[in-house]
């Protein structure tokens, strides 16, 4: 039988062609030839790499919160979640403008409208760090920015370089592409400053690329300009490239300083990655965007037409937001970022203040962004195994959430996102009290301390 004939009657075994057409009896209605049909159908290895840590532990808590008491929810990084922290009126009207112009309707290039890149580079030149147009690839969200970066820095078989504690993606990312993570550790008793030593003992001929995350999710450390010029210098020792998580720059508090770090450097190349979600208060529109900072040409243009390649597999992030990126960067008040950054400062003093004075608990202090570590003295809560039981229960009789650290590969912590209402902030924090006070106990020879 032809292969390419369909048959349609079991009985008079007429067929039809390719074209439809009765074609006459089939002669032969015997096996095809070649290999078995048969439906065989597998993810890809690819799909079956892909693993993302907060998924796979918070959808394995089977706990349902206290009824008595109203969830409060401190796990979630979106700052819109409770309405609280609204973008500002400049924002949401370039989006309205850019929509009721129909320009931006069809495809733009790959890598963003050029008149885009361009107020990007503009809004982030300065004169250490000079960018144009084409040092900018505009992506969908800083998550993709990430991934492309990944995707151009290294092969399968290669190994990043990663804080811990860390934000998971960069992990979900690496490994689904066949890239081993190694993990380098940040030092809580030093404001999470990174251990320069341990992380330039991880670095061999198969590291592809460093991540350095500044400011810092989960930690909210910012780190000072003398130790970023401390991590450049590893960098450039062992000639490994950065990818510079920035999404948090400049939502850094009042008594600290951000330093875009491709500023600080002079032979280091840089891929920095950033967007509009956090400091625009705007994450649903994912708009990020690359920064190539190459001073001494060592990407090359081989890394960035790499990029764009690649950038091509999704042909852009959207373009109504493209339209309004003009208006967003130019037209939002400094008013605005000021009054968020003073919240997220109140909030944080707040909740740091209230969780220090709990007996068991020892919060870091944060500097930026929208998050604290706290650190949980596990032999103080011995009918807890590790920080997953210690939140899950936590939710069981407080109905309070917040991330274990477990989540990001730092064990016997939790994580406090910090952009909740006050309200809630305080009502939370005292629920996470009467929840310590309840199980705390004396550690084994430390009854004289406790009875203090």
Avoid at 376 to 405: K, W, Y
Wanted: glycine share 6%.
């Amino acid at each position: 039988m032809d292969p390419y004939m369909i048959q349609t009657s079991d009985s008079d075994s007429e067929v039809l062609d390719v074209h439809g057409n009765i074609g006459g009896r089939n002669p032969m209605p015997g096996k095809m030839k070649g290999r078995k049909a048969r439906w065989s159908v597998r993810p890809s290895d690819m799909s079956n790499r892909t693993f993302n840590p907060i998924r796979a532990i918070v959808d394995s808590m089977r706990v349902k919160p206290n009824p008595n008491k109203t969830m409060i929810s401190l796990s979630i990084g979106d700052p819109t979640v409770f309405g609280n922290l609204p973008t500002d009126l400049e924002v949401t009207q370039a989006m309205k403008n850019a929509l009721d112009s129909g320009k931006y309707n069809g495809y733009a290039p790959s890598i963003g409208y050029l008149s885009s890149r361009e107020e990007v580079a503009s809004y982030y030149h300065c004169a250490k760090a000079p960018l144009e147009a084409k040092d900018v690839i505009l992506t969908s969200g800083c998550s993709q920015a990430i991934e492309l970066c990944l995707a151009v820095l290294a092969n399968p078989g290669q190994n990043i370089l990663v804080p811990r504690p860390g934000f998971s993606l960069y992990r979900t990312l690496a490994e689904s592409m066949g890239i081993e993570v190694k993990h380098y550790n940040l030092l809580p008793e030093k404001s999470w400053e990174t251990d320069l030593k341990q992380m330039e003992s991880l670095i061999d001929e198969k590291t592809a690329c460093l991540i350095i995350n500044n400011p810092s999710n989960p930690c909210g450390s910012v780190f000072s300009k003398s130790h970023l010029q401390k991590i450049l210098a590893v960098a450039a020792r062992q000639c490994v490239p950065i990818l510079a998580d920035e999404i948090y720059g400049d939502m850094v508090f009042s008594d600290c300083k951000y330093e875009p770090l491709a500023a600080l450097s002079t032979n280091v190349p840089i891929l920095s990655c950033g967007g509009l979600a956090k400091r625009w208060l705007i994450p649903g529109w994912r708009l990020g965007w690359i920064l190539i900072h190459d001073r001494r040409d060592i990407f090359g243009n081989e890394t960035r037409d790499g990029l764009v390649k690649l950038s091509q597999r999704t042909l852009g992030p959207c373009t109504i937001v493209q339209g309004a990126l003009k208006s967003i960067l130019r037209r939002t008040p400094q008013e605005f970022y000021r009054n968020t950054l003073s919240f997220l400062k109140s909030n944080a003093d707040l909740c740091y203040g209230a969780l220090s004075a709990i007996p068991g608990l020892q919060p870091v202090c944060p500097s930026g962004a929208m998050y604290l570590m706290v650190g949980v003295e596990m032999e103080h809560f011995p009918e807890f195994e590790n920080d997953v039981e210690f939140t899950e229960r936590l939710i069981a009789e407080q109905s309070v959430h917040c991330l274990p650290g477990k989540c990001f590969e730092y064990p016997n912590f939790f994580r406090v996102v910090i952009t909740v209402p006050e309200v809630m902030m305080l009502e939370a924090c005292s629920r996470i009290q009467e929840f310590c006070e309840q199980h705390y106990h004396c550690a084994e020879g430390s009854q004289e301390e406790c009875d203090k």
